[in-house]
């Protein structure tokens, strides 16, 4: 049964629109956009009756915030209004609201409306559904690639895919970069970390596979697949015209290894410039190359790993970011174990 939040300052309004719904959607009688969003933090509605003339917050307010946040912005708003004024409509248009219901409420030209758009907003997620299932099986693809070019790490691209997910829960969890996570849309976020380390498809097997520590000047060629990898992310968006998917992608293949005191290549970006997605997967890829065998060292213990990651809290990384990894840092272990135990089966 679809779920529908029901705004409005006035009780009467809100009972007759409720029992109009009664036995068809689970309603939540709301009486202010303020005990909307609380609702709204445990339950997503697939629909909301939002009306516009209230007190404290009014609706247009009310949509504004909704549309910013990524939680909520693809929830289908339909206004409801006393008034007959055509540049509140238009306003309302143009920020986003499918529909505007006039009060008093008609049960059953209510109940077809709603019938109507969400079977209208089912078909758009479907086939939104249908494209990003194209876009990560890409990604997917062109990940595997790079997994087979570089021998050394095995693995690689996989774990450190859980612990960006890892890390990002627990960001959202504390609430800290609330406002620049929250417009992110996860799900396009996270296949999009495997592809960090794109640039490596253009960096030769003799080096990219050598067995032993790499010269002043090998180490010099390995560093510009940063930029490798974000040139060709580049020429992806250029050619398709499509790169709503592909600006995380960018950003993990640009950034991640930028350092917090402006030490790190490729462009010596120092704290908050470097984009959050760099300043994520630095940890998730510096954790994994620690706890990892190459032929040049032998693995760290996760103890020993989180040790270095606390140590080069403010230097190599974000502070804050550090403190999400230490919240989460059993969880690394055990997908540290969990990998291990995968790969001696």
């Known amino acids: 049964m679809k779920t529908i939040f029901i705004v409005d300052d006035n009780e009467s309004n809100l009972f007759s629109a409720k029992t109009a719904l009664e036995g068809i959607y689970k309603t939540y009688a709301l009486l202010s956009a303020e005990r909307m969003f609380k609702m709204a933090e445990r ?5 909301i009756l939002l009306d516009i003339e209230m007190p404290d917050m009014n609706g247009f307010e009310a949509l504004r915030i909704l549309k910013s946040d990524e939680r909520w912005k693809s929830i289908p708003v339909l206004f409801l209004t ?12 143009e920020m986003g609201a499918l529909d505007f219901i006039s009060k008093p409420i008609s049960p059953p030209r209510l109940i077809k409306r709603l019938e109507t758009h969400l079977e209208t907003d089912a078909l758009i997620k479907e086939s939104q559904k ?12 062109i990940a595997d690639l790079v997994e087979t070019r570089d021998e050394t790490t095995g693995g690689h691209i996989e774990r ?41 498809i253009g960096i030769s097997d003799l080096i990219l596979n050598k067995p032993g520590r790499l010269t002043p000047e090998e180490f010099d060629i390995i560093r510009q697949h940063c930029e490798i990898g974000r040139r060709a992310i580049d020429r992806i968006i250029e050619k398709t015209g499509d790169d709503t998917f592909l600006q995380h992608a960018k950003r993990f293949a640009s950034y991640h290894h930028e350092k917090w005191d402006g030490s790190g290549y490729p462009r010596g970006l120092r704290g908050e410039e470097i984009p959050l997605e760099g300043r994520i997967m630095a940890i998730a890829d510096v954790y994994d190359a620690l706890v990892s065998e190459r032929p040049y060292k032998k693995p760290f213990t996760h103890d020993e790993a989180v040790h270095t990651i606390q140590k080069d809290s403010g230097t190599h990384f974000d502070p804050k970011i550090v ?7 059993d969880d690394f272990c055990a997908e540290l174990t969990r990998e291990s135990g995968s790969a001696d089966m």
């Open 82 to 93: 006393s008034r007959n004024d055509a540049d509140a409509e238009i306003n309302g248009f």
């Open 160 to 200: 450190t895919s859980v612990y960006v997910e890892l890390l990002v829960n627990d960001l959202l969890r504390t609430g800290v970069y609330k406002d620049e996570i929250s417009l992110w849309d996860i799900s396009i976020l996270l296949p999009s970390a495997q592809l960090h380390d794109l640039g490596k």
């Open 130 to 141: 249908a494209l990003r299932d194209i876009h990560n099986a890409t990604i997917n693809v």
């Open 43 to 47: 339950i997503i509605p697939d629909l």
């Open 323 to 329: 403190e999400a990894f230490l919240n989460v840092a």
